[in-house]
């Protein structure tokens, strides 16, 4: 019997931010660093613990809408010529999550300059988008070969030159008072940015529940499933498969709802894979392969550095294992890989075989048990559970794919809609 689950709000979060940013090292912990910068400004103009933990959360988190690699890297480097997109759609991730979404607004305007909020810019929600924009166009400005204490004149030049026109004055204003801190910028500029907002900043002492780690899960599946079409409802189908083959086994109802977390997060570390790749109609070259390989070691070194969601975490990232030890990326063997990770990788392979590929199709009943029946042949997976899956594969299937039905057509009607047609969606979201 698992123990409940206790785990710590602000280091759950901290972890996936840094998780979203790992991508590449041009815009690492660009969102924590953000945070930090936003958390700091709140502080200092004396808002509410609501306000200035919204606007954390907001910041933390707040280029979740720009679903690849790709697109993350242009918007840091300014090239994106359309801001909005990601605003839009991480305004629509955040809302379907009950912590996250009275943030959301802050999500959706963390682009919109100050001229542009007319009669409402000294309204809350304008003051706190405003406080993000300054902190997210900061971070972007700061060049991360060059110490930072040489580039405060710089950087203070840069923020009041766009002063009343795409930044508030005011929030200019309680910028400067901070930028005259030392401790600031070395905080800021730290490698160990991360413990002291973990110790000191918004969250240090409370826990999240059950009920909030699984809804922020959900949120994650779908930016991981979201990158592309191509998984648009991968996480949702393993995770189905899962919960479905841990009753069968007869594992406890804590242990099922715990393997339901672990199939959303199981493919986390994807965020460091580009589209390119992760797209790319012909076969991968090694050097490739050796990309996406990575993705499991991130999905555990970011969850178990959360601490308290170990089974979580191991059965996440294990998907890749094989009996035989020939898996990837601990080379872990039967003997260390428990039920709840044998389960992970047997939905794993059941649900992308059954989906389509860009250089395949999707397959039919009699190829899939084939493919699986020959994965235990081979000691990559365990026998009792394929015989489960196979011993009710009508059920299982048309189960996952009901649930898959439900995420495919939130992809299709709201996120490729709004990727394709940022500007159907403004009038309706205008403050
Ligand atoms: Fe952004
Ligand atoms: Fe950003
Ligand atoms: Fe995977």
């Known amino acids: 019997m698992l123990k409940e689950l206790s785990v710590n709000f602000g280091n759950f979060l901290l972890s996936l931010s840094d998780a979203i940013d790992l ?15 936003a958390w700091q400004i709140a502080k200092a103009a004396s808002l509410s613990k609501e306000r200035i933990e919204n606007i954390f959360i907001a910041s933390l988190f707040h280029d979740i809408g720009a679903l690849s690699l790709e ?23 955040f809302d379907s999550t009950p912590l996250f979404a009275p943030a959301k607004k802050i999500v959706r305007y963390h682009h919109r300059p100050c001229h542009l909020w007319g009669s409402i810019v000294a309204s809350p929600d304008a003051i706190d988008s405003q406080i993000l924009y300054l902190a997210d166009y900061l971070e972007r400005k700061i060049n991360r070969n060059q110490f930072i204490l040489h580039q405060v004149d710089d950087l203070n030049d840069k923020i009041t030159s766009v002063s009343g026109n795409l ?21 800021l500029s730290s490698s160990r940015l991360y413990s002291i907002l973990l110790h000191s900043g918004p969250f240090r002492r409370s826990e999240i529940d059950y009920d909030n780690l699984f ?15 191509f998984t648009a409802t991968h996480s949702t189908g393993v995770a189905e498969c899962a919960v479905m083959l841990s009753r069968l086994f007869g594992l406890t109802d804590n242990e ?58 191991e059965w996440a990232a294990f998907h890749h294992e094989k009996l035989d030890g020939s898996g990837y990326p601990f080379h872990a063997g039967s003997d260390k890989i428990n039920t709840g990770a044998r389960i992970m990788a047997a939905s794993d392979i059941f649900t992308a075989i059954a989906e389509d590929r860009p250089y395949r199709k999707g397959m039919e009943r009699e190829k899939i048990e084939t493919i699986l029946k020959n994965q235990v042949e081979h000691k990559a997976l365990d026998k009792k559970i394929v015989n489960l899956l196979i ?41």
């Open 391 to 431: 011993e009710n594969f009508e059920e299982i299937s048309s189960q996952v794919k009901e649930k898959q039905l439900v995420s495919r057509e939130i992809f299709e009607m709201k996120f490729a809609t709004i990727k394709h047609n940022p500007h159907r969606f403004n009038g309706a979201h205008n403050a």
């Open 23 to 37: 991508a590449s090292s041009q815009i690492a912990s660009h969102q924590m660093r953000t945070a930090f910068i």
């Open 71 to 93: 697109d993350k890297i242009k918007i840091h480097k300014f090239e994106e010529v359309n801001p909005e997109t990601h605003c839009i759609l991480g305004e629509a991730l």
């Open 167 to 187: 930044i508030n004055d005011d929030i200019v204003n309680l910028f400067m008072e901070i930028s005259c801190r030392e401790d600031f910028w070395l905080d």
């Open 215 to 229: 809804s922020i899960a959900a949120l994650f599946r779908n930016t991981i499933d979201f990158k592309s079409r």
């Open 256 to 313: 099922v709802k715990q393997i339901e977390i672990a199939g959303y997060f199981h493919d986390l570390g994807k965020f460091a894979v580009p589209n390119s790749i992760l797209e790319k109609p012909d076969k991968l070259t090694k050097d490739e392969y050796a990309v996406i390989r990575q993705h499991t070691y991130f999905t555990y070194s970011v969850l178990n550095t959360i601490g308290g969601l170990d089974h979580i975490s």
